[in-house]
């Protein structure tokens, strides 16, 4: 067996124990999925009147427009749970157990992420079913919606290692949710995915326009067809280009984390 | 016979302790060697250096012909850890976490479930084996780390107080599986604070205490080491236990230990038999009923107490009394 065959086979043991993991504890799942649940109420029924995306367009136009950034913001807080997990084995000394195995280093991260990207899916078609009750709809072809999804989820999975680099750094699953916090609201919040934005003071505007989660919504609103009639056209390149700078983020994001986990993985026991 | 494990000089600090201080040990193929040292004394640091978990600051170790810093791969190939603390996964089965190690081993689908069921049998939990183990007990789940310790038949062994939590029975059962994979030509470093255990597996036995070796030998050498004769009393009600202390207290020439529990007292004595018979003599003139008498050479529990003195003595003085020590030492094994 070759040694990539031996990481590959070794993370699908670690992911099928995850998965085993969401069957026994379903209870978590409903907490995954009541918050975007809660958050496309809240905003399309709360801010909905309030948000112009278009000049005089009517409030369902926004709840179009919301969707792909409550999707966007879904996948990034998906993440938190990889982070968890990790400080959770942390603390429980499965990860002792684990590298005291002759399993690859690579193991337990890939298969936590890899297990991760399930709640993601799932969380992203019960999110996508809420839009649909809301008035949410996909206006172009299958292709291009899958592709939609798709992006969704790849981002997801990147981000996810940078939350496992965060988890193995802060073996504590209470830390863990509140530095998550730190980190994900303003990235959520400022970007296009609840406001236009153009409503952004300058300086916000411009973090907005070069940040992934914009881009990341920006091209899956594209790809659904939901970019409300009337529009300004972007200006700045990234959301020009939003499906290639997401994926140039993807890259990145991978590079670095990828390497910089394992390494700390590594060595996690030495607290 | 080649050295199975060979560690020299072996060096941890963390910020304010000195864990380790240039420990060396080495056991020879099939050799059981017994770790032993009161709390705190780097028995589970040297434990997580040889399994690869933790790189020494200073020093050299090789596992089974191969070094820990330069080829951990090849050494946990090797070993079996069973670590202090058991370390199962809450929401699988006894027998997915099992299967998920033999996995892990690269032991192949059949063959990990083949030892799974196999391992559950040896450890007395074929009928839970199917259950979450979150439904286990503290004992049941300290068997489950123990049988992943010892799924892919590992040539060398590392097991970090494996019978603390244990109920006596189990940890009889669990001597029987040591004495086993021993035969079988096992080499096994075994950390304890039961010193009867290290007395029952340990061919050879080290004493650390501040991360250093203070003494190193058989059981039977480190008990000559202390030398000196017991009686040993256990009286019939639990009451008489003050009494027959201020009784053995007039023949005693050392602190008297105490057993609440098992009602059990042990004097140090000088004279032999006569003092052992005049003892007798005078608990029975005071009406205490005597249910077991002996005079006792001595166990590892008096080598360990006496090698390791200082930390005795300092939590008899902070105790103010001198029969407090064994019953601090009980209040810790049932609350581990
Ligand atoms: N991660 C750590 N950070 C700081 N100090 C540590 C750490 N791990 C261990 N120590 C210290 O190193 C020393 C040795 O610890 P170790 O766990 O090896 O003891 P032990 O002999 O296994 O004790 P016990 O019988 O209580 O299990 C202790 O003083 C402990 O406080
Ligand atoms: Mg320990």
Known sequence: MSQLMTALGDGAVVAKRNVIKIKRVPEILVFVLLSPIMFVLLFAFVFGGAIDVATGAPPEVYREFLIAGILAQTVIFGATFTGAGLADDMQKGIIDRFRSLPMARSAVLVGRTSSDVIYNGISVAIMALTGLLVGWAIRTSFLEAALGFGLLLLFAYAFSWVMAYVGLLV????????????????????????????????????????????????????????????????????????????????????????PISIRQYRRAARR | MTNMIEASGLVKRYKEVTALAGLDLVVPEGVV??????????????????????????????????????????????????????????????????????????????????????????????????????????????????????????????????????????????????????KEGAT??????????????ADDIVVIDHGHEIAHGTADELKTQVGGERIEVTVADVMHVTPAEEVLAAFAVGDIRIDHHSRGLTAPIAGGAPVLTQALRELDARGIVVQDVGLRRPTLDDVFLSLTGHVAEEEVESNGGRSKKPKEEELEEVSR
Do not use: C
């Open chain 2, 33 to 182: 060697l017994g770790l032993l040292g009161p709390n705190g004394a780097g028995k589970t640091t040297a434990v997580s250096i040889l399994s690869t978990l933790l790189e020494p600051d200073e020093g050299q170790a090789m596992v089974a012909g191969a070094d820990v810093r330069k080829d951990p791969k090849a050494v946990r190939r090797l070993i079996g850890l069973s670590g202090q603390y058991a370390a199962v996964d809450e929401h699988l089965t006894g027998f997915e976490n099992l299967d998920m190690i033999g996995r892990l081993y690269h032991l192949g689908k059949t063959k990990s479930r083949e030892r799974a069921r196999e391992l559950l049998e040896v450890f007395d939990l074929t009928e839970a084996g199917d259950r979450p183990v979150k439904t286990y007990s503290g004992g049941m789940r300290r068997r489950l780390d123990l049988a992943g310790a010892l799924v892919a038949k590992p040539p060398v062994l590392f097991l970090d107080e494996p019978s603390s939590g244990l109920d006596p029975r189990s940890r009889v059962d669990l001597w029987d599986t040591i004495r086993d994979l021993v």
């Open chain 2, 188 to 201: 096994l470093l075994l950390t304890t604070q039961y010193l009867e255990e290290a007395d029952q597996l």
């Open chain 1, 171 to 258: 073996p504590s699953v209470e830390v863990i949710n509140n530095a998550s916090f730190m980190v994900i609201f303003p990235i959520t919040f400022v970007s296009n995915a609840f406001v236009p934005l153009e409503t952004l003071p300058a300086p916000l505007q411009t973090f907005a326009e070069w940040n992934p989660v914009s881009s990341l919504t920006q091209a899956v609103r594209e790809l659904f067809g939901n970019i409300p009639p009337g529009a300004p056209e972007p200006t700045a390149w990234p959301l020009q280009n939003p499906i290639v700078y997401t994926l140039i983020w993807i890259i990145i994001i991978m590079v670095i984390f990828v």
